[in-house]
């Protein structure tokens, strides 16, 4: 087949926006009006102070380099070492991709990936993304905001959870012919979580379609939680009445819990998570309340004991 | 062979200088683990030599027992060293409530120390002054590879493929030791 490229419209190659000033954009208009308000606090020196300053306000915020975004991951159905999902996930096909929708809806069924994603409006969200494991990224997602898809669904009004399957494929996924996790990965958020302005479904990130190791073609963004929240190649999004069972919680439930809200007063049994290390950062950094995102996420839990509910 | 032993470390010196690729997204993490892999390796290459010798008669490696101890001693300075200074860089206050509250390392830390009496004593010198207490105090080592095997356990997230590989060879060292001891007693030749 011919595929025609009109090089004629296109720009010349070293007329591209570095990507890394592109993404960084906005920041550049809130920096300098956050910057103005800094200089006029406190002192410097104190890393709680700059890191809620910087989760507020936005300045300062470094996306994480593409690089170590794409090949520091935890995608265990491509092996357990943080670079082998880089190296193993390209034998992932992810296209025809089409994702049930299941339970308590309106109209359940299945969709093409497109098909549930045209209708909503994609946006470009700079979040912020902290592992269990006490380190941590920035990254620039591109998707859809979950609470549209969910609403479109038209869940019914016994609708009080949302559960999310990953693909089960082992002879492309080599790390799922193991038993390491029960496969496939799975899932859930309560509704109100589900609804709120932040979880993002993600097709892209820096710009561009989701490698294979983030999470292609579609992988869900919950950025006030845990990273392992975030599940990767989903193929099913089934709305329940009880709460759904989580792939971690299964694998170890005195250590992953199915809030996994991130919480510097509520360690892991076996490590704290106080600090965390910003990835391309040298110190480790205090690990704020809700990620940084109570002002948005912390009224959900009012009155809820994080302690017991981690 | 001390040379070749030391390579690990050149090959960490060499990527933090960019040559032959790099320390990857988390360089500290890089450092502690490979350092901590080699303290392990050669704790359970030190255990080696006797059963070696005696069972399978590789006379040649005796000199090397002390050699591999003090490699161990050496990659598990670095290890700690990595941890206590690079890695908690601004919170040193911490390291003792990380060594009081986390388990594993609690146990690393705890092998660690009873390497340093062992490297101490590991001239001849020593050997001569503490005479039939040196063959007591080294059996610390015993009890510091068991730390290092539990340390690994107790800090992999899921998959305890590795750590049970390293505890399954020391197992296998012990079960080696306890042969040589009764060999006299099960009427094996010499």
Redesign the interface.
Known sequence: MLIRRNRHAESPEREVTDPGLYLRRREFVTGAGAALVLAACGPADD?MAEAKAEATTGAGVETTPFE?AT??NNY?EFG?D??DPSENAGQLVTRPWSVAIEGEVAKPGTIDLEDLIKPSAVEERIYRMRCV?A?SMVIPWRGVPLKDVLARLEPTSRARYVAFTTLLRPEQMPGQRRR??EWPYREGLRMDEAMNTLPLLVTGMYGRDLPNQNGAPLRLVVPWKYGFKGIKSIVSIRLTETQPETAWNV??PDEYGFYANVNPEV?HP???Q??E?R??E???RPTLMFNGYGDQVAALYAGMDLQKNF | MVAACLLPLAGLAARALGVGGDLGADPIRTVTLTTGMWTLRFLLATLAVTPLRRLAGFAQLAPYRRTFGLLAFSYGSLHFLTYAVLDLWGAWDTLLEDIAKRPYITVGSTGFVMLVPLAITSTRAWIRRLGKRWVQLHRLVYVAALAGCLHFLWLVKKDVREPLLYAGILAALFAARGLVLLRPSLGLSR
């Open positions: 890393p170590k090949h520091y265990y357990t943080k670079e494991e380190w390491v996790l694998a170890a360690d076996r490590w704290s106080k600090r290390r990835i391309g040298f110190s480790k």
